[in-house]
């Protein structure tokens, strides 16, 4: 079947909106900076409330809170100093009373205790704190070890790859990406697996090891869809609880040598871009497939689209984390205008200035992780006037 290949310059697609969002790393640390003067303020408003009511009114209360207050805030130094000041001020405020109660040296030796008991949760909280990073820091590494970055530069392809965490939790994600070269051309997958931690993990070494295999061993691209089918089948059947009912989106990529085209199996992910020439073109399937995983649903059919590439062209794949990736109002992010202008045949360059742009659209960073990877081959003559798109579910034609 033969359909125009639509390259999309401006414009942005309708996207559903949705409410809340949780604040960036970025954002909450600002925010942190903001609130470390409120110790500082409720001792000021203390010494205010005594002046503008002699008498009148006990600011012990809310001298007691500025030790509480400092400890989630500032640093053991920062929360002994503040409690040290409260208690000061609560004794200037007995020196000049006319008639200090028994009460308010009770109310004074509870800002010590207070100060001591603010000075344990600041430490405690220290701890966990260090805790956390220390465990984001082994994701990360984990993450490294079992999803290497690719070499630069693959058969006849020039790889740009990015693995951006999102650090809302020190869980390890379930993206992936991998590129080969075979003797049937240079093949590259991206995939998203559900869930994070131990069991997205084993997931994603499961996938990897089973694309290498198959790399290898299957001549055509719906074979080795089959294999990545068959794997994900197996995992979800010797699994137990949620871990039983995984799947993964994905797309499965070939480059034949000697050929200025493309063959993609798309499983439910969302669609590659070509960028190219000031213009992006959503690679979208013609036949719509399910999930790995889920593919016993669907039959046996693994649909194949072919493109065909002008030269300079880039192809530019990525996870949810990207086109999910929300700003302050819930607006999803949309890469099709950042990328519908002229870039260099340089995939660095293109996913640079994705991440660049949707940094910028979040206010700080990702709410979820994301994989991204770009490839652009060399070489290649194929006009504008040759685009056409073949859907191929016959695994003897996916070649």
Known sequence: MVRPFPFVNSGVRPRPRRRGRTPSPAEALERRRRLRWLPAAVIAGALVLDVATPGG?????????????????????????????????????????????????????????????????????????????TSREVAAAVQRAVLPDPPPRVGRLAVAS????????????????????????????????????????????????????????????????????????????????????????????????????????????????????GGVSPLEPGVPSLPLGLGALGGDDVPVDRFELPAGATLVLFTDGIDEARDANGVFFDPVPVLARRFPPDPDAVLDALLTAVVRHTGGTLQDDAALLAVTPDGGSVTAAGRRRDVVTNPGRGR
């Open 57 to 133: 009114i006990s600011v012990f209360p809310l001298l007691a809170a500025a030790p509480s207050v400092a400890a989630p805030l500032l640093s053991l130094r920062g929360t002994i100093a503040t409690g040290v000041a409260a208690t000061l001020v609560g004794s200037e405020v007995l020196y000049l009373a006319r008639e200090p109660t028994q009460e308010s040296f009770v109310a004074l030796t509870s800002l010590v205790l207070l100060t001591v008991t603010a000075a344990v949760i600041n430490v405690l909280l220290t701890r966990d704190r260090r805790q956390l990073r």
């Open 162 to 277: 990015r693995y951006e965490v999102a650090h809302e939790e020190a869980a390890i994600g379930g993206d992936l990406f991998a590129v080969k070269e075979t003797p049937y051309g240079v093949r590259l997958l991206l995939a998203d697996v559900r869930g994070k931690g131990l069991e997205a993990i084993r997931t994603v070494n499961a996938l990897l090891g089973s694309f290498h295999e198959a790399c290898v061993h299957r001549p055509d691209l719906p074979g080795v869809v089959r294999q990545l089918e068959e794997r994900m089948q197996d995992l979800i059947g010797q699994a137990t609880g949620e871990e039983g009912e995984s799947f993964a989106t994905a797309v499965v990529a070939e480059f034949p040598p000697g050929n200025s085209v493309v063959r993609v199996a798309n499983r439910g992910h969302a669609a590659p871009l070509l960028v190219h020439d």
